[in-house]
Each structure stands twice: as structure tokens, then as C-alpha cells.
């Protein structure tokens, strides 16, 4: 079992930069794959980007693809999102997830497929 904590959001301008963080506290977090997913003002919650337990996959939504960038350091128990050109439409709030799997090059887009959920932080893009 892992739990995950989120930090990093704020409020910031079109074409800044962020750095999300999500720190784990558990066993064998580089045995997870995570996820960073965003939720807007009612809307369904979607994914950003994605990383498996080694870090040599990735997978980012059309829409972050180019601007954001996720990355782990397993010594750290820690996933960043390095958010680059940020737009008021990145307006949302961010989770990350993880899910326990054996294979070191498996990501996960569905969010159903992960078990353990943040509670959030929240990144404002004004205009």
C-alpha cells in the first residue's frame, strides 16, 4: 500500500512554469506505476501523463504533449510534473495515482486502473 501526497500547485500567468511533486510514503514505490490526472470545474477527471515503476515509459495526452514533462526519482519515493507554457485552460485540479505492477515499462491510462489516489493540488493559469 502507498499513500501519495501532491504539492506544488499556485496561482500563475499564461506561459509560466510549475513543478508539481507527488511524494509517497510505503513500500517499494518503484514497484508503481503513476499518474497525474486534472479535474476542472465540472468536468470528468482526465489524464495528463503517465510513468512506469522504472521510468522508461511515458505517456502524455494530446494535450499536454510538448508543454509537460513527468519524470521519478524512486531513491525519493517522488514524481514531478514539470509543467512548461502553461495555459488558463491547465486550470484544474491535479491528482496523482499510482498502481503496483511487475513490468517496468507499463503505463496506465484509464484511471480506473489505479488504486491509490491523492487528495490533489490545486494549479490556477490566469490570463
Known amino acids: 500500500q502507498v499513500q501519495l501526497v501532491e504539492s506544488g500547485g499556485g496561482l500563475v500567468q499564461t506561459g509560466d512554469s510549475l513543478r508539481l511533486s507527488c511524494a509517497a510514503e510505503g513500500r517499494a514505490f518503484s514497484t508503481y506505476t503513476v499518474g497525474w490526472f486534472l479535474q476542472a470545474p465540472g468536468k470528468a477527471r482526465e489524464l495528463v501523463a503517465t510513468i512506469s515503476n522504472s521510468g522508461s515509459s511515458t505517456y502524455y495526452s494530446t494535450s499536454v504533449q510538448g508543454r509537460f514533462s513527468i519524470s521519478r526519482d524512486n531513491d525519493k519515493n517522488t514524481v514531478y510534473l514539470q509543467m512548461n507554457s502553461l495555459k488558463p485552460e491547465d486550470t484544474a485540479v491535479y491528482y496523482c495515482?499510482?498502481?503496483?505492477?511487475?513490468?517496468?515499462?507499463?503505463?496506465?491510462?484509464?484511471?480506473?486502473?489505479?488504486?491509490?489516489w491523492g487528495r490533489g493540488t490545486q494549479v490556477t493559469v490566469s490570463s
Open positions: 495515482a499510482a498502481q503496483r505492477t511487475y513490468s517496468t515499462r507499463t503505463t496506465f491510462i484509464n484511471l480506473n486502473d489505479y488504486n491509490y
